[in-house]
C-alpha cells in the first residue's frame, strides 16, 4: 500500500546530512562537553560550532542562542521567565488566542499565579492586528508574546510591526517561530524581537532538540535550574549529538529555503486547487494570500462530517494527515485556532490539516485528492446532518 | 488508538442508511459535541424488528458502535432490544478507548429513542 506523509507540521523525517553529523557524537566523541579532558574538549567544540552556526542562520551572536529539550521548554522559558525576572515591573502579559499550547497553556498556567493575561483576538484568516495590540497594551504589561507563524492555518504574523508597539510601550516581545524556523527567511535584528524559540524537528532536526535566542543585555530568570551549561542560564548536560544535528538540518533548510518553499508550495497550491474543484461545501481555512502563509500548509473544515472519521479513511487509504481538532486526542474540544477565525463549532469539528514536505511529489498530492474525495463522499452518504443535492 | 476490530467494522460498516418507510427513528447527540446518530428501523406488529439501519456523524468508534449496535437489534422483539446496553457494543467491539465510551452510549441511546418513538406514535 502506499504510504504518504502530509503531516510534516507535526515533525518532518531527520535529513541525512543531519544524521551523518550527529553520528560520531553518540558513541566516539561521547564527552560531556563540560569536562576538563580531551574527550570534553571536542564535545565542546562541536557545541560551539553548532551554535555559531545556528546563530549565523538567523542574525544573532553566537552567545545569544541557547539550547533547550524542545520547542515547549524555549516556550516555556521565554514567559515564564520574563514573567519572574520582571514581576515588580508589572503582572500583565499579551498573547493571542491562536497560540500553540506551549504559549497558550504556560500563559493559562502564569494566570493561576497572579498574572494577568489578555489573548488578542484574531481575524478570519488568523491575523493578529497590530491595532488590537496598540488597544491592549498597558503600562504594566511586561511581556507579548505572538506566534511567527500559526501550527494549525499556516498564518504569518506581521512580528515586526507587533514588535515595534510593544517597544514603544516599554515591553518585552517573543515569539514562537517553531513553525517559521526553516521555512521562513528572517534575521531577529531586523525583527527586533527580544527572545525567539524554535524547534530542530520541525525542519529536517532531531527531535527533543529546541533554541532559545535570548537578544545580548536582556536579563532572564532561568527556568532549568542546574549546572554552568549554556552560560550559566539552563542547566543539562548538553545533548551534543542533538545540537550537531540541529545546527546542521537548519543550514541545510537555509541554503534551499526559497526553492524548498517554491516547490513545496506547488505542490500545495496544485492539491487546493483541485480539493475545491471537487469537493462542494467545504472552507479553506487561513489566508488566501500565499504570501502570507506558510509554504506546506493547507486546512480545510468539511461540513457534515468529523475530523477524526476522515483522518483514519485517509490513514486506511495510507494518507496521514492531521485532524484540525483535538478530538482524536480524546477530548471533544474543537480547534480553538478554528472557532477563533470564526469556524462553526459543528464545522470546526470536521477539519483536517495538511503538511506538506520536500520530499512529498505531485503524484502524492493527486493521489491524496482521489482519496479524499471518495472518503468526504463515503462519510457524507453516512451523516445524518447531509442531503444529497439532487 | 484503536483495536482492529473496531477499525474493521469503521472500514466497512453495515447497515449504513435509512430504512424505506421506516416507523420508527431516533436521533441522539449533537453536533456540537462532534457525534450525531439516527437509527431507523421498521418494527412489525408483533414488535419484530425487521430491519434497521444507522447514519452517524462523528467518529470512527461512533461509527463502528452504531453499526454494531443496529446489526444487534435486527431481528429482535423490541423487548429485548431495550435490554441491549453499551457494554455489550464494547464487547461485540473487543473494547473501546476509555473516553471513547459515550460512544456506545449514544448507540444505546439511539436505539431507546427510536423504539420509544415508535411507542409514541404506535398509540395515536
Ligand atoms: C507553533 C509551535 N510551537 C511550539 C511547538 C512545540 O515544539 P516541540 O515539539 O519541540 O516541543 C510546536 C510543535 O508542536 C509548534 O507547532
Not at chain 1, 164 to 188: N, S
Request: charged letters at 25%.
Amino acid at each position: 500500500m502506499k504510504s504518504i506523509y502530509l503531516d510534516h507540521a507535526a515533525t518532518t523525517p531527520l535529513s541525512k546530512k543531519a544524521l551523518e553529523a550527529m553520528e560520531p557524537y553518540f558513541c566516539e566523541t561521547y564527552g560531556n562537553p563540560n569536562s576538563q579532558h580531551v574527550y570534553g574538549r571536542e564535545a565542546a567544540k562541536a557545541v560551539a560550532e553548532a551554535r555559531q552556526k545556528i546563530a549565523a542562520c538567523i542574525g544573532a551572536r553566537p552567545s545569544e542562542v541557547y539550547f533547550t529539550s524542545c520547542g515547549t521548554e524555549a516556550d516555556n522559558w521565554a514567559i515564564k521567565g520574563a514573567a519572574a525576572q520582571y514581576r515588580d515591573k508589572g503582572r500583565h502579559i499579551i498573547t493571542s488566542v491562536i497560540e500553540h499550547p506551549a504559549v497558550y497553556s504556560t500563559c493559562k498556567q502564569l494566570e493561576k499565579y497572579g498574572y494577568e493575561v489578555t489573548y488578542l483576538p484574531v481575524d478570519g484568516e488568523g491575523f493578529v492586528s497590530p491595532e488590537s495590540l496598540e488597544g491592549a497594551i498597558r503600562e504594566d504589561t511586561v511581556l507579548v508574546s505572538v506566534m511567527y507563524a500559526n501550527n494549525e492555518i499556516g498564518t504569518i504574523e506581521p512580528i515586526k510591526e507587533l514588535c515595534e508597539i510593544a517597544h514603544r510601550h516599554g515591553a518585552l516581545f517573543h515569539t514562537d517561530a517553531v513553525q517559521a524556523t526553516g521555512a521562513i527567511r528572517y534575521d531577529v535584528k531586523d525583527l527586533g524581537v527580544d527572545m525567539l524559540s524554535m524547534s530542530a524537528h520541525k525542519f529536517y532536526g532531531p527531535k527533543g532538540m529546541g533554541a532559545l535566542y535570548i537578544r545580548n543585555g536582556l536579563r532572564m530568570e532561568k527556568f532549568m535550574t542546574g549546572g554552568e551549561q549554556e552560560r550559566a542560564h539552563r542547566g543539562g548536560t548538553s545533548n551534543t549529538p542533538g545540537i550537531v544535528g540541529m545546527s546542521v538540518a537548519l543550514e541545510e533548510a537555509m541554503s534551499t529555503l526559497e526553492s524548498d518553499g517554491k516547490y513545496v508550495a506547488k505542490i500545495r497550491d496544485r492539491f487546493v486547487k483541485k480539493v475545491l474543484d471537487n469537493i462542494d461545501e467545504i472552507y479553506y481555512n487561513g489566508p488566501k494570500d500565499a504570501s502570507r502563509r506558510l509554504p506546506n500548509n493547507a486546512n480545510f473544515s468539511f461540513r457534515y462530517i468529523e475530523g477524526e472519521s476522515i483522518l483514519y479513511s485517509l490513514d486506511l487509504a495510507g494518507i496521514s494527515a492531521s485532524s484540525g481538532s483535538a478530538c482524536s486526542s480524546g477530548s471533544l474540544e474543537p480547534s480553538r485556532t478554528l472557532l477563533s477565525i470564526g469556524v462553526p463549532i459543528g464545522t470546526a469539528h470536521g477539519s483536517i490539516r495538511f503538511s506538506f514536505g520536500k520530499h512529498n511529489t505531485e503524484e502524492e498530492a493527486d493521489y491524496a485528492v482521489d482519496e479524499l474525495i471518495k472518503t468526504v463522499k463515503r462519510l457524507r452518504a453516512m451523516s445524518p446532518l447531509y442531503k444529497e443535492k439532487k | 488508538m484503536y483495536n482492529e476490530k473496531v477499525m474493521e467494522v469503521f472500514k466497512n460498516p453495515q447497515h449504513m442508511g435509512e430504512v424505506e418507510n421506516y416507523n420508527a427513528i431516533g436521533t441522539v447527540g449533537n453536533e456540537v459535541c462532534g457525534d450525531i446518530m439516527r437509527i431507523t428501523m421498521r418494527i412489525n406488529p408483533d414488535g419484530v424488528i425487521e430491519d434497521a439501519k444507522f447514519k452517524t456523524f462523528g467518529c470512527a468508534a461512533a461509527v463502528a458502535s452504531s453499526s454494531t449496535a443496529t446489526g444487534m437489534i435486527i431481528g429482535k422483539t423490541i423487548d429485548e432490544a431495550l435490554k441491549i446496553t453499551n457494554k455489550q457494543v464494547i464487547t461485540e467491539l473487543e473494547g473501546l478507548p476509555p473516553q471513547k465510551i459515550h460512544c456506545s452510549v449514544l448507540a444505546e441511546d439511539a436505539i431507546r429513542a427510536a423504539i420509544d418513538y415508535y411507542e409514541k406514535n404506535k398509540k395515536n
